[in-house]
């Protein structure tokens, strides 16, 4: 790509780079507590190993690696994400300025992955791996089109890497390699550029980076898909057609979840030149096409075969996620004027970055008038400085993942297990006091939970202590109202 070209789109990235930096101002000034995904990785971050669970490790070592130099803090987690995120963003329009001359609609490409819920919302709110697989899909994209359009060793390379970096995000990420490779070989013009000797580096690559995980997959195997084997398959008691029935039915609204919005905002700023454009094709239309088309049956073949009932839209990121800059071909396929569209569309675009971060930030702050809250209401940390005031924990035994990540994050230089995950076994002998905290829903029992009662006599074959109880302002509170932590000690000094 020439200079003067990387110019025509400058002005994208700059944009977006803005708006990511104000992600991260909005989520440090929002709360300091952690969502799920947060926690799960100020958690793991403990350790490094070639596997964590139901989810490949690229996010975790990613975010181990950046706590090794920054420490563990809300500030590096929420630089991570919004930095990949960026990263993909860029990539997304490099692919978009090698096959759409309209630097428009190179524009309304690259930005229209805003219009995308998942892209836009979700990814900013809690999610971890699924940004790890917007990452690797924008990286693959990336070398895949450049390796069909300008073949080089380096292109080859790319696509090697991000096909690497996905099958370490989420192992639904295979769909999207195997339906670029289908498409292109359906291709007689494309067809040779899969019979090219550097797809051999392009394997290599991928596999090299993917080994140490695949060592560990093969003794875990079940441990790994077991969680996301179960979420799919829950379909009851269903006989085998109402399973499938519903498996096409819940593909059905993801695809609508996922997609509705953008296809609404560009029938709204085409009008009438969309419905046409949409008959129109081109090479790189009808790739995309292709690749979309076997993405979609190989989700099939898992409903009737594999026994999913349950689709995500979020599990649709690896190959939907093209889809702004697909109808944009089909738009330039048809010669449609982009002008008054395209400033239409800068408006759009206004609205989401800021009302994205508005709505992140108000759905937290709002508590103070609503009396609901959500989990970055927690006061953890005012509840682990309390408790510190009456001994300092030399280890901490947590009910669940979500709170040992919490923790984790304001005394990291202590051990913190999560009764939920045993794959954690650190050397807690001479370690005292040990600190055990759970969460206590509302109408809960206030006694020691059972399963944490059953750790400590076969770990440390000590029996249960006395439970307690404390309660600490919300953030963001109406009136007075608190949350409740049960805690006990075990061989706490006199």
Not at 67 to 86: E, H, P, R, Y
Not at 90 to 111: M, N, S
Not at 255 to 277: C, D, E, H, N, Y
Request: overall charge positive; some cysteine; aromatic content about 12%.
């Amino acid at each position: 790509m020439t200079e003067s070209k990387l110019r025509d789109i400058r002005w994208i990235f700059v944009l977006l780079a803005a708006y990511f930096a104000l992600q991260v101002g909005v989520r440090l000034a929002t709360s300091h507590s952690l969502d799920l995904d947060e926690a799960e990785q100020a958690f793991r971050s403990q350790w490094l190993a070639a596997g964590y669970g139901p989810q490949p490790p690229f996010y975790n070592w990613l975010q181990y690696t950046v706590f090794q130099f920054t420490g563990v803090s809300l500030a590096a987690l929420s630089l991570v994400k919004n930095l990949l995120l960026f990263i993909s963003y860029l990539l997304y329009g490099l692919t978009a300025r090698l096959i759409l001359r309209d630097k428009a609609l190179v524009a309304i490409a690259t930005l229209g992955l805003l219009t995308l819920p998942q892209m836009a919302f979700e990814m900013q709110r809690d999610l971890t791996h699924t940004v790890a697989v917007f990452f690797s899909a924008s990286i693959f994209l990336y070398g895949f089109i450049r390796s069909l359009k300008q073949p080089s060793l380096a292109s080859y390379l790319i696509a090697g890497i991000g096909i690497g970096f996905g099958l370490l995000a989420k192992y639904n990420f295979a769909i999207l390699p195997a339906a670029a490779l289908i498409a292109a070989l359906s291709d007689a013009r494309l067809r040779p550029r899969i019979f090219d000797w550097r797809l051999v580096l392009t394997a290599t690559v991928a596999l090299i980076i993917t080994l140490p995980h695949l060592f560990w997959l093969k003794d875990n195997l079940d441990f790994a898909t077991a969680r996301t084997l179960e979420k799919m398959t829950a379909s009851g008691h269903a006989s085998y057609p109402a399973q499938v029935a519903m498996g096409i039915g819940s593909l059905a609204l993801a695809i609508i979840s996922f997609a509705g919005l953008t296809v609404a905002v560009f029938a709204i700023l085409f009008g009438k030149g969309l419905r046409p454009a949409l008959t129109e094709s081109s090479q790189w239309t009808r790739l995309l096409e292709r690749m979309m088309f076997v993405f979609l049956v190989g989700i099939l073949l898992l409903i009737v075969f594999g026994g999913a009932a349950g689709i995500k839209d979020r599990w649709l990121v690896p190959m939907l996620f093209i889809l702004p800059l697909y109808f944009c071909l089909k738009i330039e396929a048809a010669g449609v004027v982009t002008g008054r569209a395209f400033r239409r569309f800068m408006a759009v675009i206004a609205i989401i970055m800021i009302g994205v971060p508005a709505a992140l930030y108000g759905s937290v702050a709002a508590a103070r008038f609503t009396g609901h809250y959500e989990r970055l209401n927690r006061p953890y940390a005012t509840m682990l400085e309390t408790l510190r005031q009456q001994a300092e924990p030399a280890a901490i035994l947590a009910g669940d993942s979500l709170l040992a990540g919490n923790l984790r994050q304001d005394i990291p230089g202590v051990p913190v297990l999560s009764v939920d995950y045993p794959g954690f076994h650190p050397d807690l002998s001479g370690r005292r006091p040990l600190l055990l905290v759970w969460l206590l829903p509302k109408g809960g029992s206030e006694a020691l939970p059972p399963d944490m009662a059953e750790w400590l006599q076969a770990n440390l074959g000590a029996p249960a202590p006395e439970a307690l109880v404390i309660d600490t302002p919300y953030f963001y509170r109406r009136g007075d109202d608190r949350y409740r932590f049960g805690y006990a000690w075990v061989n706490q000094q006199p």
